[in-house]
T-cell receptor, first 113, second 114 residues
Framework: DTGVSQDPRHKITKRGQNVTFRCDPISEHNRLYWYRQTLGQGPEFLTYFQNEAQLEKSRLLSDRFSAERPKGSFSTLEIQRTEQGDSAMYLC???????????FGQGTRLTVV | GESVGLHLPTLSVQEGDNSIINCAYSNSASDYFIWYKQESGKGPQFIIDIRSNMDKRQGQRVTVLLNKTVKHLSLQIAATQPGDSAVYFCAESYGEGGSYIPTFGRGTSLIVHP
């Protein structure tokens, strides 16, 4: 257990529904990253925060994806109008400072049916 | 049609052998590198890191080598054990704007036979 907590661990949703995932970082970690991982691939970067500021969001996959970190602690990733192609593992990672290792949570496995 | 993405490079070894997993990175500006281990259904787990001012770093049973000239990293695992079976990823990052966003390749599947 790295100390990064993600909820839920698994989510099954119908196409067209909205879903929201939560990530709770290690408490002193001010950087928080969201990734998507599909089968047989490495994690694909989506967006990141330093404290409450979202510093990079151009790699979010479409305008259906959004993320927040309102108080600089936990973060949420929302996918609106889900599509079957959104089925994947969504991973959260946090860092204490910029150029140190990122610690990953166990991920949220999304299945869109 | 065939889904090429499902076929990870695979390294198959016997328990007790030494393993070497290779990684080619893409950005010559990258100056911080990490190896992660990922078991099925779990998030990546940090193994070891190295900065670009070093060419070798050792941990417990693991060694990372960095060759910046050819943009190549390797992870050496000594006396490989069945519990080492997993997918291994290298991640590169660089500090443009202070970002240091870890960028991952496809990974290598390590299978350790008892």
């Amino acid at each position: 257990d790295t100390g990064v907590s993600q909820d839920p661990r698994h989510k099954i949703t119908k196409r067209g529904q909205n879903v929201t995932f939560r990530c709770d970082p290690i408490s002193e970690h001010n950087r928080l990253y969201w990734y998507r991982q599909t089968l047989g691939q490495g994690p694909e970067f989506l967006t990141y925060f330093q404290n409450e500021a979202q510093l990079e969001k151009s790699r979010l996959l479409s305008d259906r994806f959004s993320a927040e970190r309102p108080k600089g602690s936990f973060s949420t990733l929302e996918i609106q109008r889900t599509e079957q192609g959104d089925s994947a593992m969504y991973l959260c990672a946090t860092k204490k400072t910029a150029n140190t290792e990122a610690f990953f949570g166990q991920g949220t496995r999304l299945t869109v049916v | 049609g065939e889904s090429v993405g499902l076929h990870l490079p695979t390294l198959s070894v016997q328990e007790g052998d030494n393993s070497i997993i290779n990684c080619a990175y893409s950005n010559s500006a990258s100056d911080y590198f990490i190896w992660y281990k990922q078991e099925s259904g779990k998030g990546p787990q940090f193994i070891i890191d190295i900065r670009s001012n070093m060419d070798k770093r050792q941990g417990q049973r693991v060694t990372v080598l960095l060759n910046k000239t050819v943009k190549h990293l390797s992870l050496q695992i000594a006396a490989t054990q069945p519990g080492d079976s997993a997918v291994y990823f290298c991640a590169e990052s660089y500090g443009e704007g202070g970002s240091y966003i870890p960028t991952f390749g496809r990974g290598t599947s390590l299978i350790v036979h008892p």
